[in-house]
């Protein structure tokens, strides 16, 4: 009986296996369930995903448009602000400069109006010694007055700020129309009319009357004659140098002629001076009070 035993665990191995290890089929069993959910959950997250994709609604567009333009709308309003602070601040500025050019100028001016109001005082004296009788003259004050007149004390024009707003196109930062076109007005009566008188002495009047200075009286004293102690030494030892010369009556004629010229082109002088003066005064007040300037 015991050999048939043994024979039949021999026969039966199977048998005896799956009495002995009933455990280990079950977790198979609980695998397979665990993937089986897990597939099932997938499935479902990947069909909610879809559903989020739905069609975009008009509405949706629109505001996407609106939020868009927004933004672009506001910076665009942001940088034309900085641009209207930096160019207002560029026209103070500019308008401070301006200020500083025209007094300067006003400076200048006086100084030249001064200078050429002796001018024609001297003249006034020249011609008045010329029509005395040479015996009655006061060769001394004629003769200083001679070496006095010959000048031209132009006018120095402080326009560095007026260049740049030209050359630079800068002339729109000036918002107030009325002090732009005073500016440019400004500009163009100094250049036409100070500028042009200038030339007329330098290029012509003034060689004019060296020439007939030079025939009719001796330069060697013309250093010394604002020294009147000088000047009257030198005529107690040489006063025919310093008297005009004799025998040149047609050349005295002439320089008689001339000196006229020169105090009539001389007054004209004045009154442009007096007028640039005028204007530049009148513009400092206007930029002054547009601009809030101390």
């Excluded at 397979?32 to 499935?43: A, G, L, R, W």
């Excluded at 012509?204 to 009257?232: G, T």
Aim: include cysteine; charge should be negative; glycine fraction near 2%.
């Amino acid at each position: 009986m015991a050999d048939n035993t043994e024979e039949e665990h021999l026969d039966n191995p199977t048998n005896t296996q799956s009495e002995n290890s009933p455990d280990e089929v079950t977790p198979t069993s609980d695998t397979e369930s665990f993937n089986q959910n897990q597939e099932t959950k997938s499935m479902e997250v990947h069909h909610h995903a879809h559903q989020s994709h739905g069609k975009k609604s008009l509405k949706h567009y629109f505001w996407e448009f609106f939020m868009l333009f927004l933004a672009v709308f506001c910076g665009s309003l942001a940088e034309l602000q900085v641009e209207h602070y930096v160019e207002h601040q560029r026209e103070t500025k500019y308008a401070q400069t301006l200020v500083e050019d025209l007094v300067n100028d006003t400076i200048d001016l006086k100084y030249d109006i001064e200078g050429w109001s002796k001018v024609d005082r001297r003249a006034d004296t020249i011609i008045m010694e010329m029509e005395k009788d040479v015996d009655l003259r006061d060769h001394r004050l004629l003769y200083k007055c001679v070496s006095q007149i010959n000048t031209n004390n132009t006018f120095l024009y402080h326009d560095r700020t007026i260049q740049q707003l030209k050359s630079a196109g800068n002339f729109r930062l000036l918002r107030d129309n009325a002090i732009a076109d005073s500016l440019v007005e400004y500009d163009g009566w100094i250049v036409k009319t100070v500028t042009n008188i200038e030339d007329i002495y330098g290029k012509v009047l003034n060689p004019e009357m060296q020439n007939l200075e030079n025939q009719l009286f001796n330069s060697k004293y013309f250093s010394i004659a604002r020294n009147k102690a000088k000047l009257d030494s030198a005529f107690l030892l040489s006063p025919e140098k310093i008297m005009m010369q004799k025998g040149k009556e047609e050349i005295a004629f002439q320089f008689y002629n001339k000196v006229h010229n020169y105090k009539s082109l001389t007054q004209a002088r004045i009154y442009y001076l007096g007028t640039t003066l005028r204007r530049a005064t009148n513009l400092i007040a206007l930029l002054k009070h547009h601009y809030d300037i101390e």
